[in-house]
């Protein structure tokens, strides 16, 4: 388990003081500071096919960015190159437990932890993200520097990078295991490996509203939603035929508001967009079906953990009915499953205890066999 501290702050002050407002340095943010994963572990993983990897590298200002899977990284010396990968929330457990010291942000809002591992003079180059990140200096020594967020050019030298030109640093510093930098949205900032190195990003997510507006069209689309036409039984003559008059404005809009005030509509789609994975899944394709008794009796002695990546959300004003989103899928459930199912959507892992009420109620005992023969839900074998 890890042990955050966020400059002796309570996490609402810090989220009063720097969330989305201004980056920080945290020195010492977690103590004893062990990387979770190895260098080797992360260049293993590289080799993956479904783990999203990228090798970036620099020789004399001339950058190169390029996708995985690796077979070898003989070719690239002992400088000036980054090796990134995305969500290994997903693949490795000890990753995935970083989160649970930012699980005062809801899972929706959570995107993942990206590692890299950097050589001296190794990074990505200036830039600014439009999410906001949490980095996390593991082994070795990385020295970082953040700009302010007045309005940057994008230097466009390599499209994959999004490079903006050089900045002021606000934040100059030399990150040791265990300090975290935290750093908005719209802040430039760069790392540039001293010594062989490892960093932890824990990345949120959000989305432009354009992205938000052409997911609910698509939901519209894919349900066979707003069939209706808009009609006009009480049109009057015009003698301005170019014209689209004031009339005609509000009854399209009022067409597109009435799509968007359709509450009920509206959730369904929140929920499953926001509950499916935004990487691949690690789900063990090898998984041996259990039967109802066997997990039931699994259940009596472990607990259950959920796997790395996977979103479980609900909404207070459609709980009442049983309704609850996983993975992007709506499940419909009796009410009064309400208890063990919220449990499994707020913990990232539940105890025997926890369920021990529930394991006797049929429709649990189908529902947890179906989530954990899906792979969503596992036990430790392990325990
Ligand atoms: C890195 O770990 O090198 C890049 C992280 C970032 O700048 O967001
Ligand atoms: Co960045």
Redesign the pocket.
Known sequence: MYNVNLNNLTRQQFLDEYWQKKPVLIRGGIENFDDPITPDELAGLAMEPNAESRL?SQQDGEWQAEHGPFESYDHLGDKNW?L?IQGVDHWDEHVDALLSEFRFMPNWRIDDV???F?TPG???GP?V?NYD?F?IQGSGK?HWQVGSNDELKEVVANEALLHVEAFAPIIDAELEAGDILY?PPGFP???V?IEPSM?F?V?FRTIAKSHLFSGFADYIIDNQLGKDMVVDPERQATSTPGLIDNNDIEKLTASLKDMLNDKQRLTEFYGEFFSAAKHELAIDDDIEPFETDEIIDILTEQPLYRLGGLRCLYFSQEWAKGTIYIDGEKYSVSPQLHEPLTLLADNTFVTHEQLAPWLENDEFSQLMTELINQGYWYFNEAE
Do not use: E, F, K
């Open positions: 970036v980054s990134l990206m590692v890299s950097a190794g990074g990505v830039h993200d990140v980095i990385r750093i900032h760069q790392g490996a960093s990003s990345g």
